[in-house]
């Protein structure tokens, strides 16, 4: 028996499902029909379904499936996807729109057509239908770690896969931070020599000052970069790369000893409170830091360049003797977006940038509750949500003392798909200025791509959702998670938190947490906004 169109359930959820009669099925005489423009996404789907269902989509004339482009009609990311029983033609509004529509119809298969080799003889029904749809939001972003602990290569390629089946569209990477300096740049070989490197790690929240004496590191070439950049971008994803400044650099400061404001020991090997690894205010440290960005916009042709500026502390600054260490943060960022714009490209700075007034074009990564993002809409600059206290994937999704290292506030799957990047108290006009929203994965409680698997999904398709589609009914979600989605991200080998809690291996009762209650931190935040907020 064939599917129909009462098994159409999306994730993310369409806008519109118009359900059809019959189906069309899929079988190797199937062709693919495309204009020029549309050869990646042919490519893309020709990998995609060929290996899992047999059926490689030859070009031809030949009923099958037909790609359009139709910028007049359909919004830039939208797609029309229209199944008959005679064949499957995905218009869209540009070459993203058509590939979000491929996602769509990949959906429309079995779970079995999200494997990466054939294990089903088929049929490969797709049921006769029309969605339309298009995104609520332009930036539907996912900020991954990648210094607290080194992920692999392949994981982020993997990570990138998995974004695309999400129709996520911007990958930010942090790149560097006092734990590991995973970016090479030849100017300064001791970065990636002795800053990509530590000793041990922190096991758990620091509370309970734990360690383990098991080194850690790995960096990433500029060709693991290329590459990561030029596969995102065959699936319409922007590598967001972040170098973060002034503080957050023990790492670099580590390698270069003469950078820091104060000496370091080593490579950071513990997690939380903050580092005294903060840039001198020097000639020298300016030359570092247009080096890297050198390298960096050569590397990364993202429109946008994310200099951190997040949680630097003065104290080392006042400890050199500078006379007036208060106001060194709002120089540097003054500095290095200067050096980020004489680059061509935009400057992308977390919220404690607008203390020293960003310039103007900046892009603000709002964190610290909605403080932030209302601070830099209401400053005119645009921005993108990513608060802590409803979108950070690190925090704990579930209050059960199993819950592995439990950190931060609960977070639970419902909580996120709950997240509305644009906060209510914002004006129309203000609220234009808000991109969208974006996940955020710290990783120090994350050692592998098996505990990113966990944190992030199916959390990240709640938020997906939350982003591409807009308010939604959670129990209808959870009724399409459960009916058909887990079973693709099973087919995809995503290791998830099932929904009951963690099984048995997933757990850590070797690094414990430090859960927090939400009023708790909202009032820490409220306290550390005051310079954005004006009071
Ligand atoms: C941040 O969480 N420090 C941006």
Redesign the pocket.
């Known amino acids: 028996m064939l599917p129909d169109s009462s098994s159409i359930a999306v994730v993310p959820r369409p806008a519109r499902v118009l359900p059809g009669e019959g189906a069309y099925v899929l079988s190797p005489a199937t062709g693919l029909i495309h204009p020029p423009e549309l050869a990646g996404e042919a490519a893309w789907l020709r990998g995609a379904l060929g290996a899992s269902t047999g059926c490689f989509l030859a070009s031809g004339d030949g009923p099958g499936i037909e790609l359009v482009l139709d910028a007049d009609a359909l919004p830039v990311e939208g797609y029309r996807l229209a199944v008959t029983a005679a064949g499957v033609e995905v218009r869209g509004g540009s070459a993203a729109g058509v590939f979000a529509g491929l996602q769509t119809l990949r959906q429309l298969l079995p779970a079995d057509a999200l494997r990466r080799g054939a294990v089903a003889a088929g049929p490969w029904a797709i049921p006769a239908c029309v969605i339309e749809d298009a995104p609520v939001h332009a930036w539907r972003g996912v900020m991954l770690d990648v210094a607290r602990h080194f992920l692999p290569k392949h994981e982020v390629l993997r990570f990138v896969d998995l974004m695309a089946v999400h129709r996520l569209n911007v990958l930010h990477l942090h790149l560097t931070d006092d734990q590991g300096w995973r970016f090479e740049v030849p100017a300064w070989p001791r970065l990636t020599s002795v800053g990509a490197w530590r000793t041990g790690s922190m096991r758990g929240s620091r509370q309970h000052e734990i360690f383990d004496d098991r080194p850690h590191g790995g960096f990433y070439t500029g060709a693991d970069l290329r590459e990561i950049v030029a596969y995102a971008a065959e699936r319409h994803i922007t590598v967001v790369p972040e170098i973060d400044l002034p503080g957050h650099v023990q790492a670099a400061v580590a390698a270069y000893p003469s950078l820091g404001a104060v000496p370091v020991d080593g490579v950071r090997t513990r997690w939380g409170g903050l580092s005294d690894g903060v840039l001198a205010p020097t000639d020298e440290a300016l030359r570092f830091c247009a080096d890297v960005l050198d390298q960096v916009c050569a590397i990364f042709p993202s429109p946008y360049v994310c200099i951190g500026g ?2 630097v502390p003065k104290g080392p600054w006042q400890a050199m003797g500078h006379p007036d260490p208060a106001s060194l943060q709002g120089w540097f960022i003054g500095e290095l977006a200067a050096m980020v714009i004489a680059r061509g490209r935009r400057v992308f700075g ?1 919220d404690e940038i607008l203390a020293g007034g960003a310039p103007a074009g900046t892009l603000i ?1 709002g ?1 610290r509750a909605d403080h932030g993002t209302i601070a830099a809409a209401r400053a005119g600059h645009d921005v993108v949500a ?1 608060p ?1 206290t409803s979108v ?1 994937l690190d925090y704990r999704q579930g209050d059960h003392p199993d819950e592995p290292t439990p950190v931060g506030v609960l977070l639970t799957l419902a909580d996120i798909y709950a997240f509305r990047p644009v906060p209510s108290e914002l004006t129309e006009a203000e609220a234009a200025r808000v991109l969208g929203g974006q996940a ?1 994965i ?1 990783t120090e409680f994350m050692d592998s791509g098996r505990r990113i698997d966990y944190m992030a999904y199916p959390r990240l398709c709640a938020f997906a959702e939350a982003v591409w589609s807009g308010p939604g009914d959670y129990a209808e979600f959870e009724g399409r998670l459960v009916s058909a989605h887990l079973a693709r991200l099973d087919a995809l080998g995503v290791e998830y938190r099932p929904l009951a809690g963690p099984h048995p291996w997933q757990t850590r009762p070797d690094a414990p947490g430090w859960p927090r209650e939400r009023a708790d931190r909202e009032a820490e935040l409220l306290e550390l906004t005051k310079d954005i907020r004006g009071v």
């Open positions: 997040d949680e977390w990564g964190w990513c802590d950070y955020q710290w």
